[in-house]
C-alpha cells in the first residue's frame, strides 16, 4: 500500500492537514463548492497522497456529470484501485463527518493553495541553486531557465499531465455513452439556425470561432441573435462589447425580440401595442442567463480573470468578443499589430480549452476583399494576422451580397459562410436578415401548391 501520509517531499515541507481535511470534507457535505475550489485547486496541491486521490476521485465524478457523495467516491475510488489507498469508505465518513460546515471551504482552500505555491517555490529555489552552481553553464543560460523555474510556479494551474491511451478511450467511451442515453446533450452550444447547427453540431467545447466580416454585414448583431438564441435554450453567455454599450446592447437585444426598430425604442414613440410587446419581451429577457461587460480595450488576461470569475459564480457555457481588434494585448506589442492581434488569437484560444467552453469572436475583414470583383470573403482576407485563421477551429464569414449589390436577387439573404471547419465539414448557410430590426432569422421555405 502507498504512503497515505505525505507525498515524496522533505518531512518539513510546508503544508495543513487541517486545511486539506476541511477542503475534501467541504465537498463532501456540499459538493456544490467543487467547481468554485476547482478553479485554483487540482490534486497536485495537496501534500497527503490520500487527499490528492480524493481530489482525483472528485474531478473524474465532476466531469462525468456525476454527483459528489462518499458512495459514488468510494465506488470511483473502488472502480480505480485506490479506495485501500486512502483508507477505506470509514475515512470518507469520517472526514465528512469532521466538517461541520462547508461555508469556509474556499478559505481552506486558499490555504492549501498557498502551501503548494511555496512547495514549489521551494523546487524551484533547489532548481536555482543547482543551476548557479553548475559552473558550465552560461549566465545568460541560468537566467534564462531561473526565470522559467519560476514562471512554471505562477503557471501551473491549468497544465496537464500526459493521459494514457485507456485513460483517453474510458474517458471518450464514458462520454458517447451519456450522449446515447441523453440525445440532446449530443451538441454543443445551439446557435439557434437549424442548417448552421447541422453543419457545426452546435458551437462545441473549446473551440475558438472567429466570425468575420466587412463593416455593415451585421457581425454585432448576429453575435447578439446568437447570445438570444442560446439564451433562450437555457446556455449562460457571457459577453464582452468593446464596440458598443450595455444600454446600446439592450435596445438592439429588445429590437429583435418585440420586433419595434431600434429608432422608435430610442425615442420611445410606441403605439399601445408595441408597448405591450415591450413589456412582454422585457419579462422574456429577464430570464436570460446572459452577463454584459462593456469594458473598452480589454486585455486577453483581463477577460480570462472576468471570465474565470464568472463561470464559477454564475456558470458559463459560452463567451462572445465584439470584437478580437479592439482588445489590447500591452505595451509589449504596441508597434506591431500583427504579432498583437497573433497574442490575442493564441490566447482566446488557451480561454476556450482551459474554461471548455465555445469562445466566439467577431473579427474585422481587410479592404482586400473591397479590391476584388468577387466580394465573397477568403480565408486571407483575414485582417493583420494569418494566425487568426491558425488558431481558430471556425472560421465563420459573414455576407451580405446587398451591401455591395443593390439590385441583387437576394435582398434579405445573408450567407454564413464556413470557410474553416476543423473538425468537420465546410459549407455555405443562408439565413434571412432583417435590416430595419437588424435580426438574422432562419430562412423560411414556402410550399407552392402545384396542383392549383
Keep these: 500500500m502507498m504512503n497515505v501520509s505525505a507525498s515524496p517531499l522533505a518531512v518539513n515541507a510546508p503544508f495543513s492537514q487541517e486545511a486539506e481535511e476541511a477542503v475534501i470534507g467541504a465537498v463532501l457535505i456540499n459538493p456544490a463548492v467543487f467547481t468554485t475550489l476547482a478553479a485554483f485547486l487540482n490534486k497536485d496541491d495537496f501534500f497527503l497522497k490520500r487527499h490528492a486521490l480524493i481530489w482525483e476521485s472528485f474531478d473524474r465524478l465532476n466531469q462525468r456529470g456525476q454527483a459528489i457523495d462518499y458512495l459514488l467516491v468510494s465506488q470511483d475510488l473502488s472502480d480505480h484501485r485506490h479506495l485501500d489507498d486512502i483508507g477505506g469508505q470509514h475515512y470518507l465518513i469520517q472526514i465528512a463527518n469532521n466538517t461541520p460546515t462547508s461555508v469556509h471551504a474556499e478559505y481552506y482552500g486558499r490555504l492549501v493553495e498557498r502551501a503548494s505555491v511555496r512547495r514549489r517555490l521551494l523546487e524551484a529555489a533547489d532548481k536555482i541553486k543547482a543551476l548557479a552552481l553548475d559552473g558550465e ?11 522559467a523555474a519560476l514562471f512554471s510556479v505562477s503557471n501551473t494551474q491549468g497544465r496537464r499531465q500526459f493521459v494514457s491511451m485507456e485513460e483517453a478511450l474510458i474517458a471518450y467511451y464514458e462520454q458517447m455513452e451519456y450522449k446515447l442515453q441523453n440525445q440532446q446533450s449530443a451538441f454543443g452550444v445551439p446557435s439557434g439556425f ?65 420586433g419595434i426598430n431600434v429608432q422608435k425604442l430610442r425615442l420611445a414613440q410606441m403605439s ?5 410587446r415591450f413589456m412582454e419581451a422585457l419579462a422574456r429577457l429577464n430570464d436570460f ?17 472576468k471570465a474565470l470569475r464568472l463561470k464559477h459564480e454564475r456558470g458559463l457555457d459560452m463567451i462572445i468578443i465584439d470584437y478580437m481588434q479592439l482588445m489590447n494585448a500591452g505595451k509589449n506589442y504596441e508597434n506591431n499589430r500583427v504579432q498583437e492581434i497573433s497574442f490575442i488569437s493564441r490566447h482566446l484560444k488557451e480561454l476556450a480549452r482551459e474554461l471548455n467552453i465555445p469562445v466566439l469572436s467577431a473579427a474585422q475583414l481587410s479592404r482586400a476583399v473591397e479590391q476584388r ?3 465573397r470573403p477568403v480565408l486571407s482576407d483575414l485582417r493583420e494576422s494569418g494566425s487568426i485563421e491558425q488558431d481558430a477551429d471556425i472560421v465563420i464569414f459573414l455576407y451580405r451580397d446587398e451591401v455591395y449589390n443593390e439590385a441583387t436577387e437576394y435582398p434579405n439573404q445573408a450567407d454564413l459562410i ?35
Design 418 to 452: 464556413v470557410a474553416k471547419h476543423r473538425n468537420g465539414p465546410t459549407g455555405t448557410v443562408s439565413v434571412y436578415f432583417q435590416k430595419e430590426l437588424t435580426r438574422f432569422q432562419d430562412a423560411v421555405t414556402q410550399r407552392v401548391d402545384l396542383d392549383s
Design 137 to 147: 553553464s552560461t549566465v545568460e543560460t541560468v537566467l534564462s531557465e531561473a526565470e
Design 194 to 258: 437549424r442548417d448552421l447547427d447541422y453543419l457545426l453540431g452546435g458551437f462545441q467545447k473549446s473551440d475558438l470561432l472567429i466570425v468575420a466580416g466587412r463593416p455593415g454585414m451585421g457581425k454585432t448583431s448576429w453575435l447578439l441573435t446568437i447570445a438570444m438564441n442560446a439564451a433562450r435554450l437555457g446556455s449562460r453567455i457571457g459577453i464582452f462589447t468593446m464596440e458598443m454599450g450595455v444600454e446600446q446592447i439592450i435596445q438592439r437585444m429588445l429590437s429583435m425580440e418585440t
Design 373 to 375: 470583383q468577387d466580394k
Design 289 to 305: 442567463q446572459i452577463f454584459i461587460d462593456d469594458t473598452p480595450a480589454l486585455t486577453p488576461m483581463e477577460i480570462r480573470a
Design 272 to 276: 399601445a401595442a408595441e408597448r405591450t
